[in-house]
């Protein structure tokens, strides 16, 4: 992405000013729902063993499979499914609507699910109730943001294995919208990151994520450190040669 040096630092300024914002009106989602803009109790079902008896494990639309996420630790008062937190519902917003068939048979779907009939931000801002920690501190500016990126884009949430989450099937994810980037890492001289067609049995000791922030950063290309050089040095320590010129 292409930024003015001005534009930049007015949305480096943006992210700070809504990261105070968003720190002070959110403290976590228990504590946001007995807001006056948030949806009322009626509208959450009874929890997650209601929405079970239709979704689970051989069903035609089964979610069990987010029970052996990490989201599904229960004993973690901040997981979806930690006592006050609506369950599936954290995510998938009240859905007692969603309970009751139409007259014409059909079922509404809930609020808001992770496709094209909720708008991106939307989707987003369920996760970032959760998520808004020093890990996305520049999500706001990062230019996966400004590009309307989901973070389902990336994520596969109803699955123990994330496959963006693991160093070997992680760059797949990437080059399915970076193909200039699939390209390089083909080429001879690379470093050893994976590839469809990669046979060096060193590949894959190395993925995107040990340079880059997906979810966004202070330097430029969304690098991990302030500056490409920093990045470099991080694995690469200057010879002392070089220290001694
Ligand atoms: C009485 C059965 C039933 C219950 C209870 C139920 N669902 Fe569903 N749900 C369905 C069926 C059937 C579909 C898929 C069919 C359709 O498209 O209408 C579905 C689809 C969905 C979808 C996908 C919607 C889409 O359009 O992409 C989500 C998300 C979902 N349910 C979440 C939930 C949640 C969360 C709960 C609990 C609050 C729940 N469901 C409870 C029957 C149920
Ligand atoms: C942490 C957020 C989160 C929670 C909690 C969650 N979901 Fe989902 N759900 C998603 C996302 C994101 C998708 C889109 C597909 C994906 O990423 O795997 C989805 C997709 C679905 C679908 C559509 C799947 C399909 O085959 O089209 C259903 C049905 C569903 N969820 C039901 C549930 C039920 C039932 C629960 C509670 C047991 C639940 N979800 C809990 C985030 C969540
Ligand atoms: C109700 C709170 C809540 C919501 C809503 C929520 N999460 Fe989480 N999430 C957690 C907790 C708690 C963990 C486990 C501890 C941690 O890693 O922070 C977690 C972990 C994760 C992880 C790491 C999983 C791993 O295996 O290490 C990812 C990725 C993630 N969440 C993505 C999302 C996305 C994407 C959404 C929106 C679709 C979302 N979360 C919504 C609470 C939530
Ligand atoms: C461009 C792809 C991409 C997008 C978009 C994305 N993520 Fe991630 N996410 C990743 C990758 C890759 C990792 C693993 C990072 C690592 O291994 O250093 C990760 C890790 C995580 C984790 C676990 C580690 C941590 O930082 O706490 C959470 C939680 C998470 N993402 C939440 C989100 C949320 C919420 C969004 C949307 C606001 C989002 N992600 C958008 C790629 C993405
Ligand atoms: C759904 C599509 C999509 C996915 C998946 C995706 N990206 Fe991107 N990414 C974009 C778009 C769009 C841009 C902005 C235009 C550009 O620079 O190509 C971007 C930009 C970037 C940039 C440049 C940022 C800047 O400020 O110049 C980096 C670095 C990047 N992505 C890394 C990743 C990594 C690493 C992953 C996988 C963990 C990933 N992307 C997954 C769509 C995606
Ligand atoms: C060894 C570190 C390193 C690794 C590994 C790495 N990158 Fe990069 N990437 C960089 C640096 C440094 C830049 C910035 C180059 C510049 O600004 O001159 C960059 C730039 C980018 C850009 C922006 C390019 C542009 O033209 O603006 C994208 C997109 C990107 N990387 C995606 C990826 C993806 C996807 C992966 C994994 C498949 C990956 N990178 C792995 C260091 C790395
Ligand atoms: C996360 C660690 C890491 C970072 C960060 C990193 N490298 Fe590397 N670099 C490696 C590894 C591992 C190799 C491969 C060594 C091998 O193949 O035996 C390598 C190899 C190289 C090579 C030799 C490639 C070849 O095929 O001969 C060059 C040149 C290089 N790196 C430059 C850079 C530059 C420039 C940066 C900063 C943009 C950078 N590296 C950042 C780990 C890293």
């Known amino acids: 992405m292409i930024m003015n040096p001005d534009t930049r630092h007015a949305s480096s300024k943006m992210t700070a000013i809504l990261a105070a914002f968003l720190i002070l009106i959110m403290t976590g989602p228990a504590a946001a729902a007995g807001d006056e803009d948030q949806p ?17 494990e051989g069903k035609e639309r089964p979610a069990h499979e987010i029970f052996f996420t990490e989201m599904g630790i229960t004993g973690d008062p901040d997981s979806p499914f930690a006592e006050g937190n609506h369950d599936c519902e954290a995510c998938h917003g009240p859905a007692s609507q969603h309970l009751k068939k139409q007259p014409d048979g059909s079922r ?26 020093s890990g996305r501190f520049h999500w706001p500016g990062s230019a996966h943001n400004l590009e309307n990126n989901s973070c389902v884009d990336c994520h596969d949430l109803h699955t123990p294995n994330d496959p963006v989450l693991s160093l070997e099937t992680q760059p797949e994810v990437c080059y399915q919208c970076h193909k200039e980037q699939r390209a390089q890492f083909l080429r001879q001289s690379r470093h050893p990151v994976q590839t469809p067609s990669a046979t060096m ?22 690098l991990i450190r302030n500056t490409v050089n920093e990045q470099c040095y991080d694995c690469h320590p200057m010879a002392p040669i070089m220290k001694t010129c």
Do not use: R
């Not at 009322?40 to 689970?56: D, I, L, R």
């Not at 609020?111 to 094209?116: A, E, G, L, M």
């Not at 993925?207 to 330097?219: F, L, R, W």
């Open 40 to 56: 009322g109790e009626s509208e959450y079902t009874k929890g997650v063993k209601q929405c079970m008896t239709c979704h689970k």
């Open 108 to 133: 509404l779907p809930p609020p808001v699910t992770f496709d094209d009939k909720t708008p991106v931000a939307e989707q987003n801002a369920m996760c970032m109730n959760c998520h808004n920690d």
């Open 201 to 222: 049995s060193h590949v894959g000791l190395m993925s995107c994520t040990d340079c880059h922030n997906p979810h966004g950063g202070a330097g430029p290309a969304n």
